[in-house]
């Protein structure tokens, strides 16, 4: 009767209860890319996100640690390089959120003669190419097709990065604004 006492306690002192972790705010520059990525979806990011001096070449990474929250992180001096180009930061972000949110792993497929990657789950950054602005409704698709026809890619107790070797060209070297107004395309998302 003893053993079956220290096991039950054993049991019921390990992680098995929800870990309540108070979830700092984000950093006010990645509000705009969260918020749209909960619109977007209809999830809610309930997880810390936050900037950190990463090892090179890792841009972003999603760690999760058994049963407590998952955290988002972004290097801070990559994030500073291209805080003005809208789709290099949704490029890594949203990359960070599908291991966080969906537990997607990494697809490494490319597209036949372009080369360019067919999931934003890629593990490379692609944002800062033309392809990608000019594609984003089909990326945002794709993860939202994966998100809701695969099972947990992504297991507890790892890390997964998005890494800065491109191994595509880069074709935008300034920002191109005028391509998309992304904030009212998606608020009108929430009307359909």
């Given at each position: 009767?003893?053993?079956?006492?220290?096991?039950?306690?054993?049991?019921?002192?390990?992680?098995?209860?929800?870990?309540?972790k108070?979830?700092?705010?984000p950093?006010?520059?990645?509000?705009?890319?969260?918020?749209?990525?909960?619109?977007?979806?209809?999830?809610?990011?309930?997880?810390?996100?936050?900037?950190?001096?990463?090892?090179?070449?890792?841009?972003?990474?999603?760690?999760?640690?058994?049963?407590?929250?998952?955290?988002?992180?972004?290097?801070?001096?990559?994030?500073?390089?291209?805080?003005?180009?809208?789709?290099?930061?949704?490029?890594?972000?949203?990359?960070?959120?599908?291991?966080?949110?969906?537990?997607?792993?990494?697809?490494?497929?490319?597209?036949?003669?372009?080369?360019?990657?067919?999931?934003?789950?890629?593990?490379?950054?692609?944002?800062?190419?033309?392809?990608?602005?000019?594609?984003?409704?089909?990326?945002?698709?794709?993860?939202?097709?994966?998100?809701?026809?695969?099972?947990?890619?992504?297991?507890?107790?790892?890390?997964?990065t998005?890494?800065y070797?491109?191994?595509i060209?880069?074709?935008?070297?300034?920002?191109?604004?005028?391509?998309?107004?992304r904030?009212?395309?998606?608020?009108?998302?929430?009307?359909?």
């Amino acid at each position: 009767m003893n053993k079956i006492v220290i096991l039950f306690l054993l049991i019921s002192s390990c992680g098995f209860q929800k870990i309540d972790k108070k979830v700092p705010p984000p950093p006010p520059e990645l509000v705009e890319y969260i918020e749209e990525f909960e619109r977007y979806y209809s999830v809610k990011i309930d997880y810390s996100v936050d900037f950190e001096d990463l090892t090179y070449p890792a841009v972003g990474v999603c760690r999760i640690y058994g049963f407590g929250l998952p955290e988002v992180r972004i290097d801070r001096s990559f994030f500073e390089e291209y805080k003005d180009d809208y789709y290099t930061i949704h490029n890594v972000l949203w990359h960070e959120f599908g291991h966080c949110s969906f537990r997607l792993g990494h697809d490494n497929a490319t597209l036949p003669l372009i080369g360019y990657p067919t999931s934003i789950m890629y593990p490379y950054v692609f944002g800062m190419s033309d392809y990608y602005a000019d594609n984003i409704d089909y990326y945002e698709e794709e993860l939202d097709h994966r998100r809701k026809n695969s099972i947990m890619e992504f297991e507890a107790d790892s890390e997964c990065t998005i890494k800065y070797h491109i191994p595509i060209k880069p074709t935008r070297v300034t920002p191109d604004k005028t391509k998309y107004n992304r904030k009212k395309k998606h608020e009108g998302k929430d009307n359909e």
